[in-house]
Nanobody
């Protein structure tokens, strides 16, 4: 069983910064990617940023240049540094871990952390 625990959400004014953390624990094998998704009210969940096992990163266009994803492999923790926040960044942010082996794959989710950006 893998558990993801997120922290770091909150309320911030536009232009401010927040740093999200997601710590993974449990029987963790075959990690291929870790990432952050977000879901705003009435909208579908969308990928914000991901970091692949080799270290490469992907970002959705709307956060490029403002958000940075990083990972501490020793701690099985992924971070999302969010700068220059905008009201449209308001959403529940979910941590995701994707793992796979020769005959299996599994996606794990955290419980979500609320990020609210006021104008």
């Amino acid at each position: 069983q893998v558990r993801l625990v997120e922290s770091g959400g909150g309320l911030v004014q536009a232009g401010g910064s927040l740093r999200l953390s997601c710590a993974a624990s449990g029987n963790i094998v075959g990690i291929k990617a870790m990432g952050w998704y977000r879901q705003a009210p009435g909208k579908q969940r969308e990928l914000v940023a991901a970091i692949i096992s080799g270290g490469s990163t992907n970002y959705t266009d709307s956060v490029k240049g403002r958000f940075t994803i990083s990972r501490d492999n020793a701690k099985n923790t992924v971070y999302l540094q969010m700068n220059s926040l905008k009201p449209e960044d308001t959403a529940v942010y979910f941590c995701n871990l994707y793992a796979e082996g020769r005959m299996w794959s599994q996606s794990y989710w955290g419980q979500g952390t609320q990020v609210t950006v006021s104008s």
